[in-house]
């Protein structure tokens, strides 16, 4: 019987998106099953393991957060698009979302919030640690901010769509090295009306909120670029300092 072999990387969770009403054709490419699964890209766990994490998937258990916690040095919240509670737009006063994601997500972010894990939010995970402390969030950033930048489109996401400007002295701003960097964009959606308790972080040349931090908590950063896509450089620099914030 062979030894399962012991490891000294740090374990760093990793939210699963969703997919709860797939295309019903399972002849359509792409398409894993008729009923509900779980998915996301590679790039997330790639970017991890080669920051030297180990990472591991987390499903939509919500009994099991604490466990995951427990288990978890860090914990990612990755991007995706699913609608978030009405309060959240700013039109209504419901807190609840019919999506599995969004109920399960913003309940994982209050707990590591509350238990001052390490978290890293991406596009859709930077909007959640916004709207749990608060924000408010644009459904169409195209619609709501004059720009010329198309948030979700520019360019594909392996390459560099826009600048971003960064504060100095920001968590981001010790990890990139920089107070500029270009990014890439994939996003509908973008926070606004930030309460207190949040610290916007960088922004792009039209306004639109590309970073967010919560001081006083070790490391807990939202981005709303996505920096799994990069190899190197101030994007990799991330996923090391969130590894690194956790051991």
């Known amino acids: 019987m062979s030894k399962v072999p012991s490891t000294d990387r740090p374990v760093v969770g990793v939210v699963l998106d969703h997919e709860p009403f797939p295309n019903q054709d399972t002849t359509v490419s792409g398409v894993f099953s008729r009923r509900p699964f779980y998915a996301l890209r590679t790039l997330y766990f790639d970017a991890l393991w080669d920051a030297g994490a180990l990472p591991v ?16 040095r860090g914990i990612v919240t990755p991007g995706g698009r699913y609608p978030f509670p009405d309060s959240w737009y700013g039109k209504g006063a419901s807190a609840d979302s019919p999506f599995p994601r969004a109920r399960f997500e913003a309940e994982i972010t209050r ?75 994939a996003h509908r959606e973008a926070l606004f009306d930030v309460p207190d308790g949040i610290a916007v972080t960088a922004t792009a040349p039209d306004g639109v909120i590309e970073a967010i931090e919560v001081p006083g908590r070790r490391f ?26 956790g051991e």
């Open 220 to 245: 807990a950063l939202g981005v709303q670029w996505h920096p799994e896509f990069y190899a190197d450089g101030p994007n990799r620099a991330l996923f090391e300092a969130l590894v690194a914030a």
């Open 111 to 185: 707990a590591a919030l509350d238990a001052d894990k390490p978290l890293l939010g991406i596009c859709c995970g930077m909007q959640v640690i916004g709207g749990v402390l608060g924000a408010k969030i644009h459904e169409n950033v195209m619609d709501a901010v004059e720009t010329e930048i198309d948030h979700l489109d520019e360019k594909p996401a392996e390459e560099d769509a826009h600048p971003i400007r960064i504060v100095e002295g920001s968590l981001l701003h010790r990890i990139a090295g920089a107070t500029e960097m270009d990014v890439n964009t």
């Open 57 to 72: 998937a987390i499903p939509y258990v919500e009994e099991a957060i604490p466990h995951y916690l427990a288990l978890c």
